[in-house]
């Protein structure tokens, strides 16, 4: 029963899912029993549809009480399904940046276990392959990418699978820092060129 606990605890961890996590700190607090405590206050979503995509802006102040940041996410997706552009921006809040001078922030792409991951030599890419043979690529234009062990619960046992992680420091003496884009895109096939 300990080790159920443990799972249903890690499993409620922004770190468990794709998202942002700042300074290894959850968004919500998480109660020792598992169910969550103060959650995010404000969460706003938007999203609007064009002919060739579909764009949604969202944020959160979960980390506005600690850190004093609001966590922007925008996403672009093309109507094909071929590509999905994101862009991770954090914003100080004026009273904010007397906080912590540089803070370190992970992004957690966890993949299903029937992908495979491979990361490029340029660093800021990595090769998704999925079981039907089609390829994808995830890359960023900032921060540092890596590939690290995950497990995938879906289906109700646990999996080894991989997540990508982005990395990045960001700077509290700037009310908005630098955004972090990354974009995974559809690579066409032989056949298709």
């Not at 700042?22 to 029993?33: C, V």
């Not at 404000?42 to 506005?64: A, M, P, W």
């Not at 992908?115 to 800021?124: D, F, P, S």
Request: a positive charge.
């Amino acid at each position: 029963e300990g080790n159920n606990r443990r799972w249903n605890l890690a499993q409620r961890s922004t770190a468990a899912h794709s998202t942002l996590c700042l300074e290894d700190t959850n968004s919500s607090a998480i109660r020792p029993n598992g169910s969550l405590g103060n959650r995010i206050a404000k969460v706003k979503i938007f999203r609007n549809s064009e002919k060739n995509f579909i764009t949604i802006s969202c944020q959160h102040d979960g980390y506005l009480e600690k850190f004093g940041i609001i966590h922007k996410r925008n996403l672009v997706l093309e109507n094909n399904g071929e590509s999905l552009v994101g862009k991770e921006i954090l914003i100080f809040q004026q009273n904010s940046r007397k906080r912590k001078n540089i803070l370190n922030i992970r992004i957690h792409f966890h993949l299903h276990p029937e992908v495979k991951a491979l990361k490029l030599v340029n660093q800021r890419s990595i090769l998704l392959t999925l079981a039907s043979k089609s390829g994808w690529r995830f890359e960023i234009d900032n921060g540092k990418i890596q590939l690290e062990k995950s497990i995938y619960l879906g289906a109700g046992v646990r999996q080894k699978t991989d997540q990508i992680i982005v990395t990045q420091k960001i700077y509290s003496e700037l009310q908005e820092n630098p955004p972090l884009n990354w974009k995974i895109t559809k690579l066409q096939s032989k056949s298709q060129r």
